[in-house]
């Protein structure tokens, strides 16, 4: 671990075309970070409606109205991320969605829902028992967000648990797909459930009453637990409580056979529960109902006292399952009312704001095994797979695609795998002698980790920037980086109190007696998973100038060295802050000149309130501005004399929006940016980022065309409201919709179609290697001789 220099010797004096006195000084942010889980999702708003803040009042033609210090101009952080889960459950709920995929957003929308408790409210209910608390800039205390939270959370699960129990359960039934009961079953199924709870389940299970010789057992994070009440042998005595916990090796879905069914189940926790007797044989049965806890799972850090990064978190790791209870979960059965009182002193939890009594099964995420191995395609969404740009199909040397022109990657719609193809072709090439990467979440079994290991081997020199503290992936990210330690990478684990989050790979080659530098850069990770399930772009490139600045930001991360400036790229926290604002500022004055002024931008999240004023302020010179910002807005849009020039949209769609693209008009001389920040706080003053300058024309043209049908998007886009509710983008009847994830997905197979009208979509590529004795790779044909134009 290394500390980071001053910001003072590296930062820009002034953003790409503004002055320095154009950035206003730092305030604390809305919150640090957001749920690593949000996942994908959409439809329509549930009825309940989102918790709102009326916006500032009053007629356009007093002027603009001032910026700062007005909380009403802000959307609170926590809320909007709830009206983003909103959305996801919409898409559960919409019937223009084929029924697995609905299924998959409601499992989405609670998994999304446990990542949000075990951070955001863990975080806020910690700050409820401090005597200093963080005040938002919208103004509500900690108490007054966990209360609204509390409101909204308890609308949106209502509305999920309605939604299984009319609609998703009768729809299954109708596609042969049931949850039964064990009393449901016939005589025959039934003793053969019995059968195997007693020789499959019963051994594993531990009973435990509570007692003053037992106390209270330390229940697991997300863990379903039963919980028993019973008559003691004396009817003067309390009566008894128990619990058995649920074992979470076992399946929770346990097959049978129905009548009349295609596929049949029964919950293992009803297994369990029909058995309740055998272990209380001398105790009257007063009721057993399931239930969950969530736990606080943030990981606390102190970086500076800890002499060992990775041991440290090792013992947090360790540490976490302790975690203070945030939220109790209770399902269908007896007995829960007279002893949930109970559970919270067990597990001191507030019961107006913690406690979720839920008309169905706990945490219906753990069920979508019940389609898992269904292929009806009637039920899911249309078969698409990756293509493999036309520039890597069947090339000789991938080094010299990159250095004829700069190429463009759009996933999922193009496939990952020239990314881990050439990590491959450079760990393999002689000629290659340094390969440094970030590395964020990558996932263990990634062909990426294996070529950094085989490189490594053969005796290159490779640099792995792993990021430990990425959240969730903390145990599986040490797990790898030691694999990779013992085949002699050069493994670092990033800046002292900074995530790396920048997301880099950088190639050294010899060529012709020179080093020549590859490079890419993504808005998303490295990782060949979500790389099928993300929206993120990829760059490839050998110019020199951001093969220079890539050489510099390796030895920032590994050896606390700052170059005096920067040819190319922005570098959070080293002035990333400041280049938006000047960025932003810049077209303000372009509007105030009378010259064209326009901001498109595409990103996760917005909550950064300097960056928010700046946008404020520049709708009120004169720019027009859309964002379309998938998750958390904090932006009010809309608002007379403030914002009424900004336009606010959300996709969720088939895959998760995740690239960030930044369009700024710049009075004609058009910049486009590609980055791997959101705007927040976080981004811009506590990670390592990156911002890029689309160079190359042709590139910058399909970006502007990625903008531009984002922006146009008709088919699934949600439009934000000054009062913070969304509404689904409503079009005149007859009019044509454009759903843009489906033509990027049309886009990519025309691409593949119009460089070979035989080429069929989807199979990994091969590069096809080249002798160990191989020149320099000075040829820039392709296979037949003949000389491919057009950029992927």
Known sequence: MIDLPSSTD????SGPGGDSDTAQADRPGAGSGDSAGARNGTSAAPASGPVSIPAPSGPAASGPIPIEGDPNHYLNRELSWLEFNARVLAEARSHEVPLFERLKFLSIFFSNLDEFFMVRVAGLQAQTQRTIAEVPPDGLTPHEQLVAIGARVHALVDDAYQLWNSDLIPALQRAGIVIVKPDELGPTELSALDDRFRTDIFPILTPIAIDPGHPFPHLRNKMINLGIMFSREHEAQEPGFAVIQVPPMLSRLMKVRVEGATRAFVLLEDVIARHVKDFFPSGRLRGTYPFRVTRNWDLEIDEEEGEDLLETIQAELRRRDRGNAVRLEIGIGEGAGTSV??????????????????????????????????ERREYRD??????????????????????????????????????AEFVSRAADDPNVLAIKQTLYRTGGDSPI????????????????????????????????????EQSGVQVIYGLLGLKTHAKALLVVRREKDKLRRYVHLSTGNYNPQTARLYTDIGLFTANREIGEDMTSLFNLLTGYSAPPKWNRLIVAPLGLHEAVLGLIAREAAHARAGRKAEIVAQMNALVDVDVIDALYAASQAGVDIKLAVRGICCLRPGIPGLSERIQVRAIIDRFLEHKRLFRFANGGNEEVYMSSADWMPRNFHRRVELM????????????????????????????????????????????????????????????????DPLARGGGRFHILRMPASAPDGESRHRKGGKKKKGLS
Request: proline residues 7%; contains cysteine; glycine residues 2%.
């Open 382 to 419: 249309e078969p698409f797979s990756p293509q493999v740009p036309p520039l890597f199909r069947d090339v000789e040397d991938v080094f010299a695609v990159i250095r004829e022109q700069d190429v463009l990657l759009h996933h999922p719609y193009e496939s990952f795998d020239p990314i």
């Open 692 to 755: 890029v300058p689309i160079i190359e024309p042709a590139i910058r043209s399909r970006v502007d065309d990625m903008l531009n049908t984002v922006t146009s998007d008709t088919a699934k886009t949600w439009e934000l409201a000054s009062d913070g509710s969304y509404h689904k983008l409503q079009v005149p009847s007859g009019a044509p919709q454009l759903r843009s994830q489906q033509r990027f997905i049309e886009l990519a197979r025309e691409r593949v179609k119009l460089s």
């Open 10 to 13: 590296t930062t820009f004096a």
């Open 341 to 374: 009182q109970r559970l919270c002193r067990a597990l001191k939890v507030d019961a107006s704001l913690a406690v979720y009594r839920v008309p169905g099964p706990l945490h219906i995420a753990d069920l979508m095994g019940i389609v898992a191995e269904d």
């Open 449 to 484: 980790l294996k070529a950094l290991a085989r490189a490594a081997e053969s005796g290159k020199q490779v640099t792995a920037i792993v990021e430990l503290k990425a959240r969730f992936d903390e145990a599986s990210n040490i797990q790898w980086a030691r694999t990779l």
